[in-house]
């Protein structure tokens, strides 16, 4: 069909309707099925784990920062959520591009490997959610001779 100018019509996420006119103004009718595409945010992060080394007793690891971009158009607003209490970050909300900073509290931690996950989810992006994991390794130190 002739006289459709490409992005000439705004539509949202979800059931929008819309009277479409040719470009001399004639409707083309309701009757009629349409397909367009859509294009969405792409989350992006990196890296998608993280590893952590401390000694039992000692001081925490210094923090490692995850990447949260966004990878196509549009605007979109995230959020970093963890499923254990000795994980922060910040910045814990955002929009777009951004470096969040990844920190543990290992004082309650015993010798061994401890994991968990960071989930970072973005309601308008097409790859929602995305997960980091994280490991930390906790160690006795050697023995001073």
Sequence with gaps: MTGLVEGALSLQVGADL???????????GSDRSWQC?????????????LAFAAEYGGSNPA?????????DVGTMAWTVTADEDWLS??????????????????SGLAVGTHTATITV??????NTPLACAVSCTISLSAPAL
């Design 18 to 28: 819309a009277d479409i006119q040719d470009l001399a103004g004639n409707d083309l």
């Design 37 to 49: 595409t859509v294009d969405l945010p792409e989350l992006g992060l990196a890296p998608t784990s």
């Design 63 to 71: 923090a490692q920062n995850l990447a949260i971009t966004n990878e």
């Design 89 to 106: 970050f910040g910045p814990a909300v955002g929009t777009d591009d951004a470096s969040v900073a990844v920190s543990l509290d290992i």
């Design 121 to 126: 989810a973005a309601p308008d992006a097409a």
